[in-house]
């Protein structure tokens, strides 16, 4: 899922201080499971703007929630459309996709971001997410192992670990495992060590955000003659 | 050999011990700092290392590399694959030719993390190994950039980093292997602090026969006193209690640095004993002062 943290309270005030009534939209998916942005979430975040916003003196600042099932998909997000005349304002609690989901649908309305979203990862335990994809367009992950050099090591080496690796810790963070020490275990276990000792030439980054945003076409899926939005 | 060999491709095959030092290009831009250091190693050493921008922001490697060969010395550019996409480090590495340096160590760099660069991006699009096959190969596929053969292009004289202390050791060996097939002919150790650890890891080097693919230097690197209180507990693994403990119990910087110098030339010593070790490369973050007692104190000084 899409993993995100939400932004301290003063940056999201300072952000819609200046408007008269915004309104505070949640997001009912991948957000809502990795408790930054979902209906709870909006509803904590948005009483404690009001009081934020209050201890300012910027008290007539109306705040109010709302939460839609996706913010990445239009089809939910008309259900929103009637509401967002009487504000003058989004502060989007869903990830970068659903902020500016929002912004394409409502050309002429602020839109603010409430998230700082961070990543492509999972649930590791209670309270701690990992990152896991870098959605690079060309996954790699049978040749490694079944984990990931490009997301998983600091510096996406792709022929073995660095210097920096030690007692399968990477050394940028001393909490961080080594992807090539995972690599490693795992290779072991597949009884695929072997493997690895091919020299892998250069990755084509062109698939991923290097090669320009991305779009993906379904032609078997698209209704003739309306396969691009643009 | 060939005509077109570097006086340390030439050292490498005269079969004798090779004595390098390493210089950290100023932080600014005057010269002046390159031409004392290049007065001060000439004809003390082989070659001299430099080094891309390790820790923190200094003077273009290429221009300093150029500035010391101007000065006589023999440069030995070091290339780090942190900052520069495929399409830079090729230049750069034609560029090095024209200015008749032809010296590359391809390392992928200290991670900016680590450093003063903190909110710096990182480049990583290729590896040390892809950066040693890519210089290795210019003159014949364009260095994989989807051309032909880059004309005029190398030969260049390689050299990589070999890590003894990094794990998992299994595929440590399989990337040092792969740094000599993909044309590294001299690998330089990260510095040396456990002996005892470098001589199992240098048993497994000749089992392997990596010694004989390539001209293995061990680093010695006089541990400074600011140098020891700022590695982290990462970096600090790499030092063994007793010499930790024999260092922190000096209070007095002098004798620290006496210390130090005292355990980069026990160092050489113990290590100058291994069968097929083919040298030293004394690196003393800039004290050029301590590193020169060493190359002079060791009996290594260039002949």
């Known amino acids: ?230 | 050999m060939s005509p077109q060999a570097t006086g340390l491709q030439e050292r490498i095959a005269s079969g004798k011990t090779i004595l390098l030092a390493e210089v950290h290009p100023p932080r600014g831009g005057d010269p002046a700092p390159l031409r004392e250091a290049a007065r001060l190693y000439a004809g003390k050493v082989h070659a001299v290392g430099v080094s891309d921008n390790r820790d923190r922001v200094a003077m273009s490697a290429l221009a300093a590399a150029s500035l010391l060969k101007a000065e006589g010395l023999e440069p030995i550019l070091h290339v780090t694959t942190r900052d520069r996409n495929r399409i830079a480090l090729v230049s750069e590495a034609l560029g090095a030719q024209a200015l008749g340096i032809r010296n590359l160590l391809c390392t992928s760099g200290n991670h900016q993390t680590l450093g003063n660069f903190r909110a710096a991006r990182n480049v990583y699009d290729i590896d040390a190994v892809q950066l040693l096959q890519t210089y290795a190969n210019l003159a014949t596929d364009g260095g994989l950039l989807g051309e032909n053969g880059l004309e005029g292009a190398g030969p260049f004289c390689l050299g990589a980093v070999a890590s003894p202390d990094a794990d998992p050791p299994a595929l440590q060996w399989l990337r040092l292997d792969k740094k000599t097939r993909a044309g590294a002919k001299f690998l330089v150790t990260q510095p040396v602090y456990d002996l005892e650890r470098f001589e199992t890891w240098w048993r497994e080097v000749v089992s392997r026969g990596l010694h004989e693919r390539a001209a293995i230097l061990a680093g010695i690197h006089p541990l400074s006193d600011s140098h020891f209180a700022h590695a982290g507990p990462r970096a600090q693994q790499a030092i063994p209690d007793p010499l930790a403990a024999r260092l922190a119990s000096l209070t007095d910087p002098g004798a620290w640095r006496d210390a130090a110098i005292r355990i980069a030339l026990e160092t050489i010593h113990r290590l100058s004993n291994l069968r097929g070790i083919r040298g030293f490369c004394i690196s003393a973050d800039g004290d050029h002062d301590a590193a020169l007692q060493i190359i002079d104190e060791s009996g290594l000084a260039s002949d």
């Not at chain 1, 940056?11 to 991948?30: S, Y």
């Not at chain 1, 942005?37 to 007539?60: C, F, P, T, V």
Request: charged share 25%; glycine share 12%; net charge neutral.
């Open chain 1, 1 to 230: 899922m899409i993993v995100a943290d939400r932004k301290k309270i003063p940056e999201i005030r300072d952000m819609i201080k200046n408007h008269r009534r915004v309104l505070l939209v949640g997001c009912g998916t991948c957000v809502t499971v990795c408790l930054a942005g979902g209906e709870r979430e909006a509803g904590i975040i948005g009483s404690a703007l009001r009081m934020a916003l209050r201890l300012q003196n910027r008290g007539d600042v109306v705040v109010d929630e709302c939460t839609i099932e996706r913010q990445c998909e239009d089809a939910f997000i008309d259900l929103l459309a009637p509401r967002v005349s009487d504000y003058d304002a989004i502060c989007s609690l869903g990830c970068g996709a659903g902020v500016q989901a929002l912004a394409e649908r409502f050309p002429k309305m602020p839109l603010y971001p409430g998230l700082n979203t961070q990543f492509m990862g999972i649930l590791e335990s209670q309270g701690v997410w990992t990152e896991k994809c870098s959605g690079c367009g060309n996954c790699r992950l049978g040749e490694f192992a079944g984990i990931c050099p490009i997301t998983r090591c600091a510096k996406r080496l792709f022929n073995g670990p660095c210097g920096g690796s030690r007692d399968g810790k990477c050394e940028v963070h001393p909490d961080l495992g080594c992807g090539w020490q995972l690599i490693y275990d795992r290779a072991v276990n597949l009884g695929i060590l072997g493997r690895f000792e091919r020299i892998v030439p250069p990755h084509d980054w062109s698939t991923g955000l290097d090669g320009a945003p991305r779009k993906v076409v379904r032609e078997d899926q698209c209704i003739a003659g309306l396969c691009s939005r643009t």
